[in-house]
């Protein structure tokens, strides 16, 4: 008796004909930043949670895709695929005119306030969205914390939306720039996460404190931070006096409360 054994033969692929290349080129991308995380855009972190994004207004060849912190934009292909393997410069990234898309952007738990937001998209460098935490979303540190309320001084309304820029002393040269925003009953938290300790001899830091704001904005209508024009606040320490900077002093780990004199909350008019 003889055995015979099957034997299979396997063969190698050392070769793939490539009969045509999709070619799908990203059109931009849209970072969604925290304004309270850092004084530059450049620096600033990424928001963390997921956001609720409402487009008024975006080509329809335009798609895109959510994800923590950003949004990724590109177009629907509206060349034939190429045929055969793609050569450098059939891949290389082509020009694109500008892609102009509008809408808002919220935090459905209401960590960040919601903002009106634009950008123009295809230079492929990254648009950044600043977006502004809460009160519900500032978390006092050990720098401490200054909070309050905003409103207009004639009609006690609350400002709305409203943005805060604050300006710390630090030295001579030196200085920090803290932002927050009020959000839909007026009230701000501004955490000073970044404030060193005193120098030895010193008990508190000098500061600047404006508001730029919409006395119209309502509710329903978020605003776009960055078209806000300046409001005048009334002194801390002087009723009825206004102007568009109000000084203060501030201290690491004490938490402020910031208002007008003789009010409880920081009265503003528009200049």
Known sequence: ???????????????????????????????????????????????????AIRFTQKPRSLKFLHSLGK??????????MHEG???????????????????????PRGRYNPAAFEASLGAGNGQPVVLYPSPLGVRPGAGGVLFGRVSMASSL???LWGLLELEVALGLSQTQTYRAQ???KGDFRIALDRLPPLPQGTTH????????GNPAATVDTPV???????????????????????????RPALHQRLQSANKTFIAVQTV
């Open 1 to 51: 008796m003889t055995d015979e054994t099957d034997e299979f033969e396997l063969a190698d692929a050392n070769h793939v004909r490539v009969l045509e290349t999709n070619l799908l080129h990203s059109s931009d991308v849209i970072y969604w930043l925290d304004g309270a995380s850092a004084e530059q855009a450049s620096a600033m972190a990424r928001i963390d949670v997921p956001l």
């Open 71 to 80: 949004t990724a934009f590109w177009q629907t292909p509206v060349e034939d």
């Open 85 to 107: 393997v793609a050569n450098e410069a059939q891949r290389a990234r082509p020009v694109q005119p500008p892609l102009v898309v509008r809408g808002e952007v919220s935090d």
């Open 157 to 159: 309304a609350p400002l």
């Open 182 to 184: 009020t959000d839909a």
């Open 224 to 250: 776009a931070v960055g078209e806000l024009p300046a409001l005048a606040l009334e002194s801390f320490t002087q009723q009825d006096s206004f102007s568009q900077d109000q000084s203060l002093t501030v």
């Open 205 to 212: 830091y000098n500061a600047s404190l404006r508001i730029l």
